[in-house]
């Protein structure tokens, strides 16, 4: 079975809500195409017809084969990359699928509710402490 990324906002970067096929939120294997040094500005390609834009990013900036879309990794994302990827060494991490799907968070800055993107760390591989208010409720089951 196919998936992709459903589009619903002219954004660069993915988000949590759109991680969803057919109304259900689904977990979604991308190749890693390139990962950009970690809290660095970045020159973001064009999407959507809007001009490129330098932004200041803080954490890692993953691209992906397929998409023009981006991913940043925060604090809880990169542990869960290294987890998936047994490296702390991003280099290692192109080529190889990094499986996105959406949590859902609560009370969390402020938000009563907050969809937002997790990375799975495959089973029968050790996943780093995460504070659970940090990882919420997985919407894929």
């Not at 702390?88 to 799907?101: F, H, I, K, S």
């Not at 495959?122 to 402490?129: I, M, N, T, Y």
Request: proline share 6%; glycine share 6%.
């Amino acid at each position: 079975m196919t998936t992709e990324i459903i589009i619903k906002t002219d954004s660069r970067f993915i988000h949590g809500e759109e991680l969803q096929k057919l109304g259900k939120y689904v977990e979604i294997p991308l190749v890693v195409k390139s990962v950009a040094a970690k809290d660095t500005a970045k020159t973001l390609p064009r999407i959507k017809g809007k001009p490129d834009t330098a932004i200041a990013i803080k954490g890692y900036p993953v691209a992906f084969e397929k998409t023009d879309r981006i991913l940043v990794l925060n604090v809880t994302n990169t542990k869960l990359a290294r987890a998936a990827f047994e490296t702390n060494d991003t280099a290692q991490w192109l080529g190889r699928n990094m499986v996105l799907y959406a949590r859902m968070l609560e009370d969390v800055l402020g938000q009563p509710n907050i969809i937002c993107v997790r990375i799975r760390v495959p089973a029968g591989l050790p996943v780093p402490f995460i504070h659970p208010r940090h990882m919420g409720k997985d919407l894929t089951k």
